[in-house]
């Protein structure tokens, strides 16, 4: 079966084994994850790539960010900007933006079509006020129509902003999305879409204008398609400083069709954080999370603050395998540990033998506390689904192997 999965798969043209053998030779290779990454969108539709595609690291034998996606998790995709897309626009930007993001996620390889920009790793942060609408925006009911909101503002090109608004409604609405729009602009990259819930729904959003001149009218845009009347208030936009670090990404190999990259900053599938965060809505880690350091910092809903800054922790991956990862850990004081696999029902973690709470970290990896001195941790995916399947598989070989035998006597 695997044999034809490796003849049969339709990126086996695309992604060239140039490229396969040089991150197959990487002494860390099973401790990080790659990710594949294409600026134009047709290539997505020739490969199996797209955020959809199916889990291919068995058959690839190294772990990609592909892997998260085997449930198709809604909260990567939310994570990483790109819900209800089955690709990633623009590659390069995403890289510069969700740099904290994937660096949480293990991504330490990016494989990028030659013709993507040289990507870079940005720092964000507020700088100054560029835009507040003193009034209330009211959206009513359309019957399925569109509605859309438009305010003419002097954008600057090669220009991060920050989008706040607080949103109110008595039902879940279907499509609402903020983004920048003029004549010949009008780009899925500049689209901040929000999951708006029945209430209040504080949101935020990062938006790039990209490196080509804007239009001379460029309009700020409410788009919509309300299933109830919805009210805007505290609508504004923030200019953000931006400081290029030309460093995040190396070039460490152009041979092939692809070029890769290395990001020093990942970190691996077993990592101790310097900060635990409680917070009391989990929509902010996937909202504007441009700004945070998740690379750094755990964000865990209704947890506990913790200062993990000097807690001297070691830790030594002993064994990972299908659906489970093992390690050694010593820690000086009490710890908290992550590992960078999405959180999915079935999941479950021992200390020593001993079973564990799993919580949910910064909305989609797991993490588990771990007391001081030295310990064994396991991860493991323990499915019921799988081991009832498992059952009813046997029993079904069972009443097959005796109904052939008794057939056997009778003749």
């Not at 970190?267 to 929509?283: L, T």
Request: glycine residues 4%; hydrophobic residues 35%; aromatic residues 12%.
């Amino acid at each position: 079966f695997f044999e034809h999965l490796k003849t049969t798969r339709i990126d086996s043209d695309v992604f060239k084994s140039e490229e396969v053998t040089f991150l197959k030779k990487q002494d860390d290779i099973d401790k990080y994850r790659t990710m594949l990454l294409f600026d134009d969108i047709n290539c997505y539709y020739e490969t199996s790539e797209s955020m959809l595609s199916g889990n291919n690291n068995l058959n690839d034998g190294y772990m990609k960010l592909d892997g998260y996606i085997t449930f198709n998790n809604p909260s990567l995709t939310k994570l990483l900007g790109v819900t209800g897309m089955t690709y990633i626009p623009n590659a390069t930007q995403l890289m510069e933006k969700k740099h904290s993001v994937l660096s949480m996620l293990g991504v330490k390889y990016f494989v990028i079509d030659k013709s993507a920009k040289q990507p870079i790793k940005v720092n964000l942060a507020i700088d100054s006020n560029f835009y507040t609408n003193d009034e209330d925006i009211s959206i009513p009911y359309s019957n399925q129509e569109v509605f859309v909101w438009e305010k003419a503002l002097d954008f600057e090109k090669d220009t991060y902003y920050l989008i706040e608004a607080e949103i109110k409604t008595e039902i879940a609405q279907n499509l609402f999305y903020v983004d920048f729009y003029g004549e010949n602009y009008d780009n899925v990259e500049q689209d901040a879409y929000f999951d708006i819930q029945s209430g209040v729904n504080r949101v935020k959003a990062v938006i790039y204008t990209g490196e080509n001149e804007l239009p001379n009218d460029t309009f700020l845009r409410i788009v919509s398609i309300p299933q109830s009347d919805i009210v805007v208030s505290n609508f504004k936009v923030s200019r953000l400083d931006a400081k290029i670090d030309q460093d995040g990404y190396i070039l460490v190999d152009t041979q092939g069709e692809f070029d890769i990259y290395l990001n020093n900053d990942a970190q691996p599938i077993i990592y101790a954080p310097e900060k635990v965060i409680s917070i009391d809505d989990v929509n902010m880690v996937y909202e504007a999370n441009e700004l945070l350091d998740l690379r750094n910092t755990n964000y865990i809903l209704d947890y506990k603050n913790m200062d993990l800054s000097n807690v001297d922790v070691n830790i030594q991956v002993e064994e990972i395998r299908n659906n489970e990862i093992s390690a050694n850990v010593t820690t000086s004081e009490d710890a908290f540990i992550n590992m960078a696999q999405a959180w999915y029902p079935g999941w479950k973690a021992y200390v020593d033998n001993q079973e564990t709470e799993v919580y949910i970290v910064n909305g989609v990896i797991q993490g588990i506390e771990v007391p001081a001195g030295e310990h064994r941790i396991e991860f493991k995916y323990e499915s019921r689904a799988i081991k009832e399947g498992i059952i009813i598989n046997l029993g079904t070989i069972g009443c097959i192997v005796i109904y052939l035998m008794k057939s056997k006597q009778k003749t």
